[in-house]
C-alpha cells in the first residue's frame, strides 16, 4: 500500500499534470505495476466512501416503512456498487485504448483517473458532512454538489490532454468513458441489489 508521503507525490503530479506541466509524470508511477497499485486509492478513500455510504442508508431508510433493517449485507452491495464502478470505467477506457492504438498509454490513464478519485471522494464527503449538518442550505449545497461533478470532468479532460496528447475527440471520448458509464451504472446496479432509495 503506498504511504502517505507517495500519496501527497501523487497527487502533486496530478496538480502538474492539470497545469499541462509534464513535470508531474515524474512524481507519478505510470508502468503497468503503478497503474495496479493507484487501485490503492480505494483504500485511501475508504473513509469518505464510509462517510457516503452512512449517508446513503440515512437516506435509503428514510423512503422505506419503518422497522426496515439495514445489516452488513447492505454495505457488502454498496462495496460491490463502488467496485464495480472503480472497475467497470477502467475496463471500457482500456477497450477504448486498444481500438485508438493508445494501449502504451493505458497505464497512465488508470493511474491518474485512480489518484483523481481520492481527492474528489473527500470533496464529496465534505459535502455530504455539510448537507447533514446545515440542511437549511440544501439548495446552495446541490449546486456546489454539480460545480464538483463539473470541475471533477474538466479536471479529467485537462489531465489526459496531458497524458494523451493535443488530440481533442480523444481525449473527451476517453473523459466519457470513465465517467459517464459510473453515472447510470450506479443507479442500476443499486436498483438490481435493492439499495437505492424509492
Known amino acids: 500500500m503506498p504511504t502517505l508521503r507517495e500519496v501527497k507525490l501523487y497527487l502533486t503530479g496530478l496538480w ?3 497545469q499541462r506541466d509534464t513535470k508531474g509524470f515524474s512524481f ?3 508502468t503497468d505495476r503503478g497503474a495496479l497499485r493507484s487501485f490503492w486509492a480505494m483504500a485511501w478513500a ?3 466512501i ?9 437516506a435509503y431508510l428514510a423512503v422505506m416503512p419503518l422497522g426496515t433493517e439495514t445489516g452488513p449485507i447492505f454495505f457488502f ?5 463502488e467496485v464495480a464502478n ?11 485504448a486498444w481500438a485508438l492504438g493508445i494501449g502504451p498509454r493505458f497505464a497512465a490513464v488508470v493511474t491518474v483517473t485512480n489518484w483523481l478519485a481520492l481527492p474528489v471522494s473527500y ?3 465534505a459535502l455530504i458532512v455539510l448537507m447533514v449538518l446545515l440542511p437549511a442550505l440544501k439548495g446552495l449545497l446541490t449546486i456546489l454538489w454539480l460545480v464538483l461533478l463539473l470541475t471533477l470532468v474538466f479536471a479529467l479532460f485537462r489531465i489526459l490532454r496531458t497524458v494523451l496528447g493535443d488530440h481533442t475527440l480523444t481525449v473527451a471520448t476517453m473523459t466519457m468513458v470513465l465517467l459517464v458509464p459510473t453515472m447510470l451504472l450506479s443507479e442500476v ?3 438490481y441489489l435493492g439499495v437505492f432509495p424509492g
Not at 464510509?50 to 446513503?56: D, M, P, T
Open 16 to 18: 502538474l499534470l492539470f
Open 28 to 30: 507519478l508511477d505510470l
Open 46 to 48: 475508504a473513509p469518505a
Open 50 to 58: 464510509l462517510v457516503s455510504w452512512l449517508w446513503w442508508r440515512a
Open 77 to 81: 452491495r454498496l462495496a460491490l456498487v
Open 86 to 96: 472503480w472497475l467497470v470505467p477502467v475496463v471500457l477506457a482500456g477497450l477504448l
Open 123 to 125: 470533496a464529496y464527503a
Open 189 to 191: 446496479l443499486e436498483r
